[in-house]
């Protein structure tokens, strides 16, 4: 995941405010699944996972001309990112 950040930062095909409107995106995610793991979040796992879907897709639209290899990169992560998120001692780790 760290890996994806960095590349993510570095990008040229998604411009510094849009990649700021992302992170604050990517920030407010994150909180709704420490809230879920805290138990004080309403929704259920599965409901977190469209949100979680939303963000990448918006994410992958931003970088499919500009950038295809971090595309690729996120799309073959995308399970694997799902499962650090979903896993408490794993999402802990982040």
């Known amino acids: 995941m760290k890996a994806l ?3 993510l930062k570095q990008t040229a095909s998604i411009g510094f405010m849009t990649k700021i409107a992302l992170k ?4 407010d995610l994150l909180e709704q699944f420490r809230a879920f793991h805290k138990g004080r979040l309403s929704m259920t796992l ?3 996972r469209r949100p979680y879907e939303m963000l990448l897709q918006k994410v992958l639209a931003l970088l499919q001309d500009g950038d295809p290899p971090l595309a690729n990169a996120i799309v073959a992560s995308r399970e694997a990112i ?3 998120l979903a896993d408490p ?3 802990a780790t982040i």
């Open 89 to 91: 001692a794993k999402f």
């Open 24 to 27: 604050n995106q990517v920030d």
């Open 82 to 84: 799902w499962g650090i």
């Open 46 to 48: 599965a409901e977190l």
């Open 5 to 7: 950040e960095a590349r």
